[in-house]
């Protein structure tokens, strides 16, 4: 017999605290191990039985596996192949061979139990003996071959390891295990039997659901995941083994963590791989098996290295066919898609340069001359401008139109971050330099002017106009333009909005402070937002009239101000909240009035 001493708390400790998630992994490695061992068997023996039987018996957990055994020099050398490989991982741990990968797997049972119990029998050689290792937290192990006569020798080549668990410890429960065996190794083509005092369950050799015929996948995914989404991919990337599917979801999800389920050797890695799918194809859900990509030493996550970017890439490409595919066969399917992802394409496009030309040759903006793509607007108008608020845009349309100025509402999430991206993009240089951020003041410059006796009629009223609302929050003009049923618009400035935080923290700092803020006053040449008075106006020319009346008039352009700062979804200040609420009091006065006669 031969006994070592090695550090084995201190492994324990590694792997529990910067390897492994959590102590459920035990039964994945336990049937890795087992895995393994039965396909390096088969290696030799090709018609090897291919099982593993997992007993559980109180605190006893029993895991027997039909593989190809140990040899005594092989068990004396087995925690330390962990550390001697020339091929080890970020730990430092070598899973690379089959004795290190057995080691490691087998140490992850420490954290379920103190002792390990492993009884192996080489199917190298017919008379190969049954050999006995004991290993125990505490820090030593012990190997030696098993007597002719001792009740434990196996009668075929394989290896039977023994835990005694934790007293209380819930990863032994049989449903529990039970349920990790379907989690874990549902996909194995190896037959796994679960037994305990309750029952016997066979586990194992299922069909994955890329293997499936299209209807059964869509079955699969309807039972397993709620829905079948709006289709399905297939993948295939040779160079790494990877056989799967995508599943293209049909509601618009959240840009979040990766949600793909990933088998290595149809052994379950993750349901939440990171990695294996663009961060633009967030609306697929990926599930698959690699045989040839590497794994972290926790085998939870997929080893970012060159084959893995090029997996991606691959993965990519397939979306990518997917949709153009769609959008020449099946249009109204993939106006369905554009309409559904909007939002999530619009976010992704904005860094990712594929997904900026799908988004802006298919993905729809509201526009005064309809709701089209980005790039069909650039191709038939050769100026464009946009607002950056919705509020803005509802403000300006009607006008804009009457115009003949295109605008753009780029005011929901990530339009106008689009429009900024494509900009940049060098391979829209050309026609991005077509479109721009709309200056109110273009509006102005576009209506007609009042003619000089028409200007000199209004004097008067632009004189009251001026005492009634501050020129600086407000200047108002005179002009004529259509639509001829809207009396008044008001033209906010691009940059109003900072510039009145500006002033206003102007005005509340002291004297000493409002003098350093105006040194570098950024708006200082900011022309205020514009109420434009529309001449064509029945009631403006009415107004125009009673300026004689200078309280009257007064009072009627501040009604219009206010009406076109709400038809504008501008924010009303103290002020004008103020003239609201007085000039109802005055309606309602008047109509008490009226009904008093």
Known sequence: MSTFQVDLRGMVDLLSRNLYSGPRVYIRELLQNGLDAIEARSALDPGCPRRVTITIEGRILKCRDSGVGLTEEEAAGLLSTIGASSKRDELGMARSDFLGQFGIGMLSCFMISDSITVYSRSAKSANSPTVIWQGKTEGTYTTQPLGPGDPHNLGEPGTEVVLEAHPGEPWIDPDTVRALVDEFASLLPISIEVRSDSAATFHGNETPVWELEPAAQQQWCDEHLGSSG???????????????????SQRPNALSSDHHTVYAKKMLVSRACEGIVPQWAYFVRFIGNSNYLRLTASREQLSDDELLENTRQAIGSSIRQWLEDMAENSPSRFNDFISIHAMGLRAVAVRDPYMLDLTARYVPLESTVGTLPLLDLLASHESIRYTRTVDQYRALADVAASQSMVLVNAGYAYDEELINALLTDPRYSTIAQKIRLVDPSELLDAFEECTLSEQAEAMDLMLIAAQAIDPSDC?????????????ALYLPDPD???????????????????????????????????LVLNRSNSLITRLIHASSVPQTASNVLRGLYVQSLLAGRQTLGPKERAWAAQLLGSLLDSALDDTSN
């Open 230 to 248: 709006m289709d399905i991919i297939p993948i295939d990337v040779p160079a790494a083994g990877v056989k799967g599917i995508a599943i293209v």
């Open 496 to 530: 109003f909005a900072g510039r009145h935080v500006q002033r206003n923290s102007q005005a509340q700092a002291s004297k000493m402070w409002a003098g350093i803020m105006g040194v570098s006053d950024p708006f200082a040449n900011s022309k205020p937002p514009r």
């Open 475 to 487: 200047e108002v003009v005179l002009r004529r333009f259509t639509p001829l049923t809207l009396p």
